[in-house]
């Protein structure tokens, strides 16, 4: 790999090596990479505030903002920075049609004064909010779909576009273009799929710049160490508890083999290890609140990551079906999830098939 090569060359070399325009595995047109560009900078904002963390006295992005967002949950003040500075970085390029996130009811249509482009970003502005308040790593998760067709629009059209809608969002996985993360962690590292494997730049605070540091990222198909919150054990169904069960009873069990946990409680963090090491990320639907598919999100949470665990060659199911096959009936919906090492995701998900 050459030395000290740059998100924005990346995405500009990473375009000529697919030469094809617009379409096909890998493709990075120009409002495309435009679009990754302004994000990669938001989250270089984002880095910024949290590391300052308590500084700054009554400014410090440390604690509550006491309003709860759409989903019922209280929101700190950091998802709600985070969620501006993601809006206020990607309205004005005219890259993008509209935008959607966890932090917001409904979606947010790029004001009529900015030029309409052709995609629709939609973010976690901060996973992991629990961890905001004790210096312990979160990230930023997104995921780029395409506008469907329609009407010519502002950007040189005779008519005008015709306005985004909820629905347009609604598009299974499989039709992302592009996704990603960005972690705040000892070090901020995006990594980002386009549909041609998955690669990881490392922000250079020097340069102010992130810089690639690893391309062709796979997840070994076996692994030793799982992810999911025990303390839900009681409360899971029988697929699932005896999936685990297996699992701590290590070598002396059907497994013959001993299994390490991990529980970071950042979603972003926990892949992170996965795609780094390998293992097996679990959020399953549990009896605390039946009517929910799950605790994650579809679109903005499960998604990229199942498509970014795919691209290095792991699996991500909801139990039973492929995530990225769901077509979503509604843009907070939520899924369970169980994504990673190949083989244990099929062994998870053939104890949901045949129990
Ligand atoms: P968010 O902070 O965006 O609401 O997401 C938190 C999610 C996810 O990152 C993590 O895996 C999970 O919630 C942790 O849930 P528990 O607190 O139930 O373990
Ligand atoms: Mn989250
Ligand atoms: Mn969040």
């Known amino acids: 790999m050459a030395k000290n090569i740059s998100f924005t060359r990346y995405l500009v070399e990473q375009q000529r090596r697919c030469q094809a325009p617009d379409g096909g595995a890998g493709s990075i047109p120009p409002q495309l990479r435009l679009l990754l560009e302004v994000v990669a900078r938001a989250c270089k904002g984002i880095s910024m505030a949290v590391n300052k963390g308590a500084l700054g006295g009554e400014n410090s992005i440390l604690g509550s903002a006491e309003s709860e967002n759409v989903q019922g949950e209280i929101q700190k003040k950091l998802d709600i920075i985070a969620n501006e500075v993601l809006i206020e ?3 004005w390029g005219g890259h993008l049609a509209a935008m959607a996130s966890e932090e917001m009811d409904s979606i ?22 629990s961890n905001i308040d004790v210096n312990v790593s ?19 059209g005779s008519t005008e576009a015709s306005p985004v809608t909820e629905a347009d969002f609604l598009q299974p996985g499989s039709q992302q273009v592009a996704a990603g993360y960005c972690i705040y962690g000892p070090q901020t590292t995006l ?9 990881m730049f490392t922000l250079d605070r020097e340069q102010g710049s992130f810089v690639l540091t690893q391309e062709n990222i796979r997840i070994p198909a076996d692994t030793k160490e799982f992810s999911i919150n025990m303390s839900n054990l009681r409360h899971w ?25 991990r ?15 390998g293992g097996v990320f679990m959020y399953p639907w549990d009896k605390r609140e039946p009517e ?14 199942a498509w970014l665990v795919e691209q290095a060659g792991g699996a991500a199911t909801n139990g039973r079906q492929r995530i990225l096959d769901l077509p979503p009936a509604k843009l907070h919906e939520r899924v369970a999830v169980f994504l990673g090492s190949k083989n244990e995701v099929e062994r998870v998900t053939a104890y949901h098939n045949t129990l």
């Not at 004001?111 to 970003?121: I, T």
């Not at 990594?191 to 690669?199: C, F, K």
């Not at 169904?237 to 946990?261: Q, S």
């Open 108 to 129: 947010y249509l790029v004001p009529n004064r900015y030029p309409q482009g052709e995609y629709l970003l939609l973010f976690d502005p901060l996973d992991g909010s």
């Open 138 to 156: 979160i990230g930023t998760i997104f995921s780029v779909l395409k506008k469907p067709e329609g009407p010519p629009g502002r950007n040189g």
């Open 89 to 91: 970085a990607n309205e």
């Open 263 to 277: 529980w970071i409680a950042s979603m972003v963090a926990d892949v992170h290890r996965l795609l780094m090491r």
């Open 292 to 305: 929910k598919a799950g605790k994650l999100r579809l679109m903005y949470e499960a998604n990229p990551m």
């Open 237 to 261: 169904d029988a697929p699932v508890k005896r999936y685990i069960e297996e699992c701590l009873a290590g070598a002396d069990g059907p497994r013959g083999k001993d299994f390490n946990m």
């Open 191 to 199: 990594v980002l799929t386009v549909g041609d494997g998955v690669a």
